[in-house]
């Protein structure tokens, strides 16, 4: 069974860092694309980061460009994400995703196959 779960969400205020961890299980990093996403009160989301099968191709959303980190782990199946310059917009569900051809999706949210829980992010101005 493939299992994503993400941690490390919390309140912080504007301008701070913050790192989001995802543990995924029963699926191989060089098999899947792997992504991040905010979804917003409105409940859409937003492509954050994607990092490719390879462990060193990445793509970010339009928004986080240049302020934003994803790498992996893959002795700890983790998936990582840091953002810098945190701004009261970024606040959201912040979701890890997989898929085997997530390439062709990001920064769309549709059609990725396996989807975390989330967790919740506050910036506070």
């Known amino acids: 069974q493939i299992h994503l779960v993400e941690s490390g969400g919390g309140s912080v205020r504007a301008g701070s860092s913050l790192t989001l961890s995802c543990t995924i299980s029963?699926?191989?990093?060089?098999?899947?694309?792997v992504a991040w996403f905010r979804e917003n009160p409105q409940r859409q989301r937003e492509g954050v980061a994607c990092?490719?099968?390879?462990?060193?191709?990445?793509e970010f959303g339009r928004r986080f460009e240049g302020r934003t980190r994803v790498s992996r782990d893959e002795e700890k199946l983790s998936l990582y994400l840091q953002i810098d310059r945190l701004k009261p917009e970024d606040s959201g569900l912040f979701y890890c995703?997989?898929?085997?051809?997530?390439?062709?999706?990001?920064?769309?949210?549709?059609?990725?196959?396996?989807w975390g829980q989330g967790t919740q992010v506050t910036v506070s101005p």
């Open positions: 995703a997989a898929d085997e051809d997530g390439y062709l999706l990001f920064p769309d949210a549709e059609k990725w196959s396996y």
């Open positions: 029963g699926l191989p990093f060089d098999e899947y694309y």
């Open positions: 990092l490719w099968r390879d462990g060193t191709t990445r």
